[in-house]
């Protein structure tokens, strides 16, 4: 499972002049987060996520083949129908990780155009959905090249792939959840690509995860420069072990549909994320004041309400709000009447879980 050979091509495959197609991978969030990664994006420890539905990237690529070969890929990006040399940095970084294992991408020039279903400037990470939506697409190429490819391996070296690009892309092909990261509980988890999980009880397949834009600018620390502040953290290693129990507790948890068990300790999940930010060196606060009233309102609500709201964060001011789709008549009321006014422009999204990529 943790052999990288496994995704090097070994035979010549198919000639196929040019190609086109389409995919649309969601966003995810994590409910036992993935801080501080070792070479090659080896996070240093496992990952559970939800796979989001509506917040997703779609990317068209045309995979044109060059008359010469080259040293590298060539590629030309477009965002929203506009030239966006800003994200060719990016992608570029990717493919050359990636290469060892595409080397027929040399082969090619790429015309890549993506649109996100959600504002680029809304600060919610768009990395996770637009790598693994180029990764989708550069393995469906490769299962041209090489039709015999089945679909468990396309799947799995695609998030192989993905991982590359951005740790967090590796659990945005498949729901509702996913698991990224080796862990002896489960067997044929991999720290090199994220796997489904569907043992969570039915409660858990349709939980909703509104997400409140209190900041829709660009983050003050990237996630890059936070991973990065977890080397020589006072606090890493028992950061590192205490997300290694708390994704044991937490399948079990999903397993018998803990609902109350849930909400404790995926929200301890996101303060133990933050105060990792707070204690590094040099320290620094992603939280708004409006996310800190966020919380303070959704506690509120579940002890007068006896209902199910908990919270997650991710790397920034913004709150995700996960809860049952049972009780989502009177929670999302209770969003819009109360915790909307704490949004930037008033925005939020109204999501919920989801299954993972779709080719268009
Ligand atoms: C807080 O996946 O964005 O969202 O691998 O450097 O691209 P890179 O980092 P990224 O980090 C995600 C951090 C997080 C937690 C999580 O998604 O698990």
Redesign the pocket.
């Known amino acids: 499972m943790n052999n990288k050979a496994q995704f090097v091509p070994l035979t010549d495959g198919n000639e196929i002049p040019s190609f086109q197609t389409i995919w649309s991978a969601p966003s995810?969030?994590?409910l036992?987060?993935?801080?501080g990664?070792k070479e090659l994006?080896i996070?240093c420890n496992p990952?559970v996520?939800f796979t989001l539905d509506h917040c997703r990237t779609t990317s068209s690529v045309r995979f044109e083949k060059l008359i010469d070969k080259q040293d590298h890929v060539s590629l030309a990006i477009q965002y929203d129908g506009k030239p966006a040399p800003f994200f060719e940095p990016k992608v570029k970084t990717f493919i050359d990780r990636i290469l060892p294992y595409t080397p027929y991408l040399k082969d090619y020039h790429l015309q890549i155009d993506t649109v996100n279903s959600f504002p680029h400037s809304s600060g919610i990470?768009s990395?996770?959905s637009a790598?693994a939506a180029l990764a989708a697409a550069i393995m469906d190429l490769e299962k041209q090249i090489y039709p015999s490819l089945n679909a468990e391996d396309q799947i799995r070296k695609c998030s192989f792939l993905a991982?590359l690009?951005?740790?967090?892309?590796s659990?945005s092909m498949e729901g509702p959840l996913v698991l990224?990261g080796e862990h002896t509980a489960t067997p044929g988890s991999s720290d090199l690509f994220g796997v489904r999980w569907t043992k969570a009880a039915d409660v858990f397949k349709t939980y909703r995860d509104t997400i409140l834009l209190v900041d829709k600018g660009q983050k003050e620390v990237?996630?890059?420069v936070?991973?990065n502040l977890m080397h020589n953290h006072p606090f890493a290693e028992n950061r590192f072990a205490q997300a290694k129990a708390n994704y044991q507790a937490l399948l079990t948890i999903l397993e018998k549909g803990d609902l109350n068990g849930f909400a404790d300790l995926v929200e301890r999940e996101a303060l133990s994320?933050h105060a990792m930010m707070l204690t590094s060196s040099p320290s620094y606060i992603l939280m708004h004041p409006s996310t800190i009233q966020i919380i303070k309102a959704v506690r509120r609500y579940n002890k007068i309400t006896g209902l199910h709201l908990s919270f997650t964060?991710?790397?920034g001011a913004n709150v995700h709000l996960l809860y049952p789709e049972h009780e989502a008549e009177k929670i999302d009321q209770f969003i819009v009447s109360d915790l909307r006014k704490y949004c930037q422009d008033n925005e939020l999204i109204f999501d919920q879980v989801g299954t993972g990529l779709k080719k268009v």
Do not use: C, E, F
């Open positions: 995810n969030i994590a036992v987060k993935y801080w990664k994006q996070p990952s996520s990470a990395s996770a790598m991982r690009g951005s740790g967090s892309a659990r990224w990237s996630s890059t936070g991973h994320l964060l991710d790397a």
